[in-house]
């Protein structure tokens, strides 16, 4: 697969690819899977282009694939809900002009970027009618095109009932037409629509793969990017969203709550992570806790000699805490704050949580011996 020299550290996807390819016999329907970030829907663009790159118009189909025109190629996305809307009407009918039209500018953001993640507000679903409409794109032959292609990002946002149209045209796929359904929640996936797909699993990006994809693709300075990479679990995604809420103020927020906890300041560390519990700042709350639970990391690592940390700035800080909380049990530390941090999903509030994760540290201090 010759698109495949592009993709960052997806050897093993990639080289499953260039297997099928090889044998000609494609599956009609592919389903890749991965965490958040990882290039799946790049590796589907690529794919995309590979099964049309022997013929004459290639250029123009090249072209067309790139910029997600049909008959070329079906891209298939979250949308947000118009006011008033119901199943029968198109994907954006009822959908205002101004959404429409910052709809149009993320995708032109996707199209010179494939490893941009689209940021459509209060696009948490795939509608049922933009699955109807892969049944008129699919209806029509194109004989100058070998391989038409329909690329369903976030297909676990697609709910029962849009499965089971979706299942209609799996069931049925004419030739010459490939489904490339893309996802970080497969569980979320019907069993019929797996079973009729081919499933090929996306690994975790190195953090070299995301500093080298931060600095290429979304032009962030070296420094910048090799400290987001090192947060990143291996997404993209998460990446961009350090950098662009501040890598460096969320390091700083997290020591410094972690300070006044642990000498049991209760509403000086409160007050010093108040600004993350604001409604636009939930994004920067996950990161900061998920940041904390790294630290926690760094004290099991640091404690076995391994010298490769996430805070390896705050290396000296880290010694301390060793030292000094010798009775601490990492692991046992780790499963606590995980499961505090893990009720905002249960809609738990932030300030409890964020109560409860201070109390916790500060337990620490309070034990010392």
Known sequence: MEQGKNI?????????????????????ALLFTGNRGGGKFFAALEFSLHFNKNVKNYQKISSGIKSFYEPYVKYIYPLPRGRGETPDDSPTAKLQAEVIDLIKDELLKKQNNPYYKLNIPNANNIKISSIRDIRKFISFEFTDIPYRVVIIEDAHLMNDQAQNALLKSLEEPPDGVIFI???????????TIISRCWTIRFDPLSTEDIREILQSFFSVENKIAAKAAIFSDGSVDTAVSLVENDINFLIDKTITILRFSLAGWYNTAFNSAADLMEENSIQNFIH?????????????????GIDEIYFGSHRETIEKFVQKFSHVEPEALFTKMDTIFSSHEQNVSLNIILMNIIFELATIGKKQV
Do not use: C
């Not at 050897?11 to 090889?22: D, G, K, M, S, Y």
């Open 8 to 28: 960052y550290g997806q050897a093993r996807a990639v080289r499953l690819l260039e297997n099928i390819a090889a044998s000609g016999n494609v599956p009609h």
């Open 288 to 304: 900061v806790t998920q940041m904390l639970l790294k630290w926690i990391v760094d004290l099991k690592k640091f404690s076995a």
């Open 181 to 191: 359904l893309t996802t970080s929640d497969p569980g979320k996936l019907l069993p």
